[in-house]
């Protein structure tokens, strides 16, 4: 989880953009860097490993400069070492990045045949070779900055300092966080609250798209359009910055729309974007398993049952999911050869930690989908591979969710791989699609105002039934817990094809039921249940991409998230179901971050 600093200052700026850097730690790096111009002249400082190698470099080799970036970094395009640290330079440009830039090799294709020289493996290296092309041809940084920009695809926070200009730090976002800090007679931009925090209280978030100049005493923020933007200035207590909700209101939502960030942190730990290569951390091997045992409660319960889709489809994996706190009261039948895997946010969940230790007491190899990377399952599992979705302070689990989905997906094309089910051309493109989950699940967040404009209508109801198949049917398990967790209206989640089984005698005008079904091999079958709804005078709601909102049956309504390959499609899904259930709870007044008899970790059985 890369972290981003930038400062323009009345004094050295050095040892601040090192404090800074220290601050942004707990997002997990394996580098460091800063850039700084002084006198016209740019020039950088980088280490791999943690920042005191940094620190030790520039007491041999001092910094001065009053603006200047820095950057902790999260390897994505290229493994850890100086060469791919950051800063990155491009001639007069040097540039810091959190995110991924999906369409870098064809750019830098392209550069190269323009005549540039790239000096190492990142995408970040791309951004600064556009930018600094157009200063060459003439164009003004901001406009060289704008240019850049509309190249890019991918999410991205990114900060710029560039040759000849001593008074300048350009900075931009899509899909990451990126925040402008006013001080007095000084100007910054950071990753978040916290980065800037040391220096100033007075925050402005920048919305989606924007991007920025600053100097030494004014911000000028222009929107995606390039139309100059006002962003409202707010207060916030240095105390509280770790746990800053920042423009929204309550930290659901804004955990809602941190996931394109914690996504592609997540996935970043799994994937080798250049050789397309998928890889499960500690070098596990899959082809020494049988079968896969996944233990979970809640919400990480239906990320497992999502990841059974998964395994079993592309890896030939057998898969069982069970509820932790069930499982072992059962005495199962276990064989050697079987991975038990426990999911968990926090790694204390107790039910989830039992069933760990019985399936270690049984000889099973273990492992871990961990949030809280020193918890206890961490600890004790045989094998850690963790999520990157930062803190999550919201009760009712929305990132960590979509964190441990991403790692389930990535696993199961790293299991397929290594058995031999898919060839290095397959795995490369369900590589390619993962790196796209980031800006899908950005461009997903724009669902927002259709789900506002139907989240009335769902506040009003006693019962909301929810349906899907395939790898949608546990998610419409999981929409149907987030509405009953926050909003206290009573939902149930059920496989589409089970609802002449018995769900169907509850369908009636004052029953909405919400169906997810994007368009895949079971669209079809959904539309004909969709049907059977309506004819019954049933309230639906479609949760769909584009081509199956032409294809909806008539009297549905319909939310259209982005279009997407099968394989991400839970994760592309997910934030309309969290909104919705987020826009019918505040609706209702409920308390969105702690609802009623619920806690963020159930430490005891």
């Known amino acids: 989880m890369c972290g981003i600093i930038g400062i323009v200052g009345q004094s050295p700026v050095t040892e601040r953009l090192i404090d800074s850097l220290r601050r942004l730690e707990y997002r997990g790096y394996d580098s460091a860097g800063v850039a700084v111009v002084e006198a016209g002249k740019l020039d950088r400082r980088r280490a791999p490993g943690k920042i005191r190698a940094l620190e030790d470099l520039l007491r041999e080799q001092p910094l001065p400069?009053?603006?200047?970036?820095?950057?902790?970094?999260?390897?994505?395009?290229?493994?850890?070492?100086?060469?791919?640290?950051?800063?990155?330079?491009?001639?007069k440009v040097a540039v810091v990045h959190n995110g991924i830039i999906e369409n870098f090799a064809a750019l830098k294709r392209e550069l190269i045949a323009d005549g540039r020289t790239f000096t190492s493996d990142t995408d970040t290296e791309v951004i600064a070779h556009l930018i600094d092309r157009g200063i060459a041809e003439g164009l003004e940084p901001l406009a060289a900055l704008k240019a850049a920009l509309d190249r890019l695809a991918g999410a991205y926070a990114i900060g710029v300092v560039i040759e000849g200009h001593d008074h300048l730090v350009l900075g931009a976002r899509r899909g990451s966080p990126l925040v402008v800090g006013y001080g007095e007679g000084e100007m910054f931009i950071g990753s978040d609250a916290l980065a800037v925090g040391p220096f100033t209280s007075r925050i402005a978030y920048l919305d989606e798209g924007d991007y920025v100049a600053i100097d030494h005493d004014k911000a000028l923020i222009f929107d995606a359009e390039g139309r100059p933007a006002d962003r409202p200035v707010r207060t916030v207590p240095a105390s509280a910055a770790l746990v800053e909700k920042g423009n929204y209101r309550h930290f659901m939502e804004k955990e809602i729309h941190d996931q394109p960030d914690s996504c592609r942190n997540t996935l970043s730990a799994y994937l080798d974007p250049i050789a397309?290569?998928?890889?499960?951390?500690?070098?596990?091997?899959?082809?020494?398993?049988?079968?896969?045992?996944?233990?979970?409660?809640?919400?990480a319960s239906y990320a497992g049952q999502i990841g059974r889709y998964l395994f079993e489809r592309l890896a030939g994996l057998p898969v069982d999911v069970e509820i932790a706190s069930e499982f072992r009261y059962?005495?199962?039948?276990?064989?050697?050869?079987?991975?038990?895997?426990?999911?968990s946010q926090s790694?204390?969940?107790?039910?989830?930690?039992?069933?760990?230790?019985?399936?270690?007491?049984?000889?099973?190899?273990?492992?871990?989908?961990?949030?809280?990377?020193?918890?206890t399952m961490a600890r004790e599992a045989d094998v850690m591979w963790p999520t990157?979705?930062?803190?999550?302070?919201?009760?009712?689990?929305?990132?960590?969710?979509?964190?441990?989905?991403?790692?389930?997906?990535?696993?199961?094309?790293a299991a397929a791989a290594q058995r031999g089910r898919i060839d290095a051309a397959q795995e490369a493109a369900l590589v390619a699609h993962l790196l796209e989950a980031p800006r899908l699940l950005a461009e997903s967040l724009h669902v927002e105002d259709a789900i506002h404009a139907i989240a009335p209508e769902i506040a009003k109801a006693r019962d909301v039934l929810y349906l899907g198949r395939g790898p949608m049917y546990p998610l419409a398990l999981e929409g149907a817990l987030k509405l009953k967790e926050i909003s206290y209206i009573h939902a149930e989640g059920y496989a589409a094809g089970e609802l002449k089984h018995g769900p169907i005698a509850l369908v009636d005008e004052q029953t909405p039921v919400i169906v997810i079904a994007p368009t895949d091999d079971f669209f079809e079958k959904t539309v004909s249940n969709m049907s059977e709804v309506i004819a019954r005078g049933g309230r639906v709601i479609l949760i769909t991409d584009a081509q199956g909102a032409a294809h909806?049956?008539?009297?549905?309504?319909?939310?259209?998230?982005?279009?997407?390959?099968?394989?991400?499609?839970?994760?592309?899904?997910?934030?309309?179901?969290?909104l919705l259930a987020y826009h019918v709870a505040?609706?209702?007044?409920?308390?969105?971050?702690?609802?009623?008899?619920?806690?963020?970790s159930v430490t005891v059985e």
């Not at 400069?65 to 290229?78: D, F, L, M, S």
């Not at 609706?587 to 702690?594: L, P, Y």
């Open 552 to 578: 909806a049956p008539e009297g549905a309504r319909v939310i259209t998230a982005p279009t997407c390959d099968p394989v991400i499609a839970p994760l592309v899904m997910a934030a309309s179901i969290q």
């Open 276 to 299: 397309g290569k998928a890889h499960a951390p500690g070098g596990f091997d899959f082809t020494a398993i049988d079968r896969i045992q996944i233990v979970a409660c809640g919400t």
């Open 65 to 91: 400069g009053k603006t200047g970036i820095g950057h902790t970094r999260w390897a994505t395009h290229g493994a850890p070492s100086e060469r791919n640290a950051h800063p990155q330079i491009a001639g």
């Open 330 to 343: 059962r005495d199962p039948a276990v064989a050697k050869g079987t991975l038990a895997v426990a999911v």
């Open 388 to 413: 990157h979705a930062g803190p999550e302070i919201g009760v009712a689990s929305t990132k960590a969710f979509t964190a441990q989905v991403s790692v389930l997906t990535a696993l199961a094309v």
């Open 347 to 375: 790694g204390e969940t107790a039910d989830t930690l039992a069933a760990l230790r019985w399936c270690k007491d049984k000889g099973l190899t273990t492992a871990a989908i961990v949030n809280a990377h020193q918890s």
């Open 586 to 600: 505040v609706i209702k007044g409920a308390d969105v971050d702690q609802p009623r008899n619920l806690a963020k």
